[in-house]
């Protein structure tokens, strides 16, 4: 079947984009209001897209009533975030920090979660988290009724168990998300296959 998005509404194209494009990664993103309320949101609009220098992106919609969500103000406020990484034992804080709180409530706070200070910028990171990348804004751009954030690395948290031999991480399993608005999976159940050389691909084949 060919379903065309411009003869669709905007709830089926975001649901069938949403369900299709997956798994997504979550970012749990840490943001500063001028106030200095912590504020925090998962986005699943999110991947890494540059590795020198290190960038990452989010994609922030609107809220139901059409204004802009918190991190987005805070981040044009700021130009810094954290994106802390979400396992599953962090789900259920995750969920709760997902629900539309006042501005001036901590989502961080309701979630029973605690705050780490960052070491290259002044928004906090999610203590709990078992790795956490502080960023600094690179730029920011509309996205028709998204905003399109771009961030560059600056710092890396990683806990200690994660950590092996020559920056290899081992038993990390952060959750995706899976379709929306509320299906996710687990990414313990890995493989690992070798790539193969167009040189062997070849002979392999020839
Ligand atoms: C797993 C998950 C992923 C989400 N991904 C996005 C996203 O990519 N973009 C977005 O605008 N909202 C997304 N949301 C909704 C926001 O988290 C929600 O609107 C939140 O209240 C925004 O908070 P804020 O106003 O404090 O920034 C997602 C929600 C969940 C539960």
Redesign the pocket.
């Known amino acids: 079947m060919q379903i065309d998005p411009s003869k669709n509404t905007y709830a089926d194209n975001y649901k069938l984009l949403t369900n299709l494009v997956v798994p997504r990664p979550?970012a749990w993103v840490t943001s500063l209001s001028k106030a200095g309320v912590i504020?925090?949101?998962?986005?699943?609009?999110?991947n890494a897209v540059g590795t020198e220098p290190l960038y990452v992106i989010?994609?922030?919609?609107l809220?139901d009533d059409g204004s802009p969500?918190?991190?987005?103000n805070n981040i044009k406020d700021r130009g810094e975030f954290v994106v802390n990484l979400v396992t599953e034992e962090l789900f259920e804080a995750?969920?709760i920090s997902?629900?539309?709180?006042p501005s001036d409530q901590s989502?961080l706070k309701a979630a029973g979660l605690h705050d780490a200070p960052s070491v290259q910028i002044k928004v906090p990171r999610v203590a709990e988290a078992q790795a956490s990348l502080e960023c600094k804004l690179f730029s920011l751009q509309a996205l028709g009724s998204?905003t399109l954030i771009i961030g560059e690395v600056v710092m890396f948290h990683v806990a200690d168990s994660l950590l092996g031999p020559n920056r290899h991480i081992n038993n990390f399993s952060p959750i995706g998300?899976l379709g929306s608005p509320s299906v996710y999976c687990r990414t313990t159940d890995r493989f690992d296959i070798s790539r193969v050389s167009y040189a062997q691909w070849k002979k392999e084949n020839d």
């Open positions: 979550i504020n925090l949101a998962p986005f699943s609009f999110f989010i994609s922030v919609g809220r969500k918190d991190t987005e995750m969920n997902a629900a539309d709180f989502e998204n998300r």
